[in-house]
């Protein structure tokens, strides 16, 4: 079984900033494109960034410039680096990828979501 767990998220200030990590476990081979989406409240889920197994990065319009994702393939977790946060930000930040498991399958998994807040 895989699983991807986020974590890092919380309440920050307008202006602040927040990494979020995603950690990927079971019985894994490698990762493949990994992606950051998120979720305010009443609103669709949308996505914010993503990073291809080589690296290559892409960004909503709204995060181009504030924030970075990154990746460990050793480690076998993905990162969000968020600054500047606005009030907007405010959503459930979810973790989403394509993994290789040991059976050589390739399985769309989910994590179960990490609350970011930003307010005064």
Known sequence: QVQLVESGGGLVQPGGSL?????????ILSLNAMNWYRQAPG????????????????????????FTISR???KNTVYLQMNSLKPEDTAVYYC???IEDLRRR?????????????SS
């Open 19 to 27: 990494r979020l990590s995603c950690a990927a476990s079971g019985s």
């Open 43 to 66: 609103k669709e889920r949308e996505l914010v960034a993503s990073i291809t197994s080589g690296g290559s990065t892409n960004y909503a319009e709204s995060v181009e410039g504030r």
């Open 72 to 74: 460990d393939n050793a």
């Open 96 to 98: 989403n990828g394509t």
């Open 106 to 118: 390739f399985l769309g998994v989910w994590g179960q979501g990490t609350l970011v807040t930003v």
